[in-house]
């Protein structure tokens, strides 16, 4: 067993990685969501996303959420910020930090954690779980200025 570096007497907040993916056709945007298969949120619709491993990047952790529960790869991610609601997150103290990436709309799969994967139209979505419904309108406003 490796030895531990450094011990605090003080609890750590764990961080998870979110990617927001917007979709285009010729016809509109959409935005690509997962079903979660597990609790907490069970059954709700939520961006691809999970937790940090120790030896990676933050948008690596995005990225490579992104492929295990959809399939989808893509190249470039865009930090839309951190979140860090002390009860954003029903499990434990959770920081996430966000990306958004646009891409044509791809055939998708649902695995790993995600029951489901799923473009919906932009203006047709359900109701998201956590904190996401914010996630995504800063995004929005992200990609409002950007353009």
Request: hydrophobic content about 40%; glycine content about 4%; proline content about 5%.
């Amino acid at each position: 067993m490796k030895e531990k570096n450094y011990c605090y007497e003080y609890p750590h907040p764990a961080v998870t990685a979110d990617c927001i993916v917007f979709g285009y056709t010729e016809e509109r945007i959409h935005l690509l969501l997962i079903q979660r298969a597990n609790e907490p949120c069970k059954g709700q619709w939520a961006f691809p996303g999970g937790f940090m491993n120790m030896d990676e990047t933050a948008d690596d952790c995005a990225r490579r959420e992104l492929f295990e529960e959809t399939g989808l790869v893509v190249d470039e991610v865009t930090q839309v910020g951190a979140f860090t609601a002390v009860d954003r997150d029903p499990r434990e103290r959770i920081i996430t930090v966000a990306y958004y990436a646009i891409t044509q709309v791809r055939e998708v799969k649902g695995a790993d954690d995600a029951a489901i994967a799923k473009w919906f139209p932009l203006d047709e979505l359900p109701q998201l779980a956590f904190d996401h419904k914010s996630i995504l309108e800063k995004a929005l406003v992200l990609l409002s200025v950007n353009q």
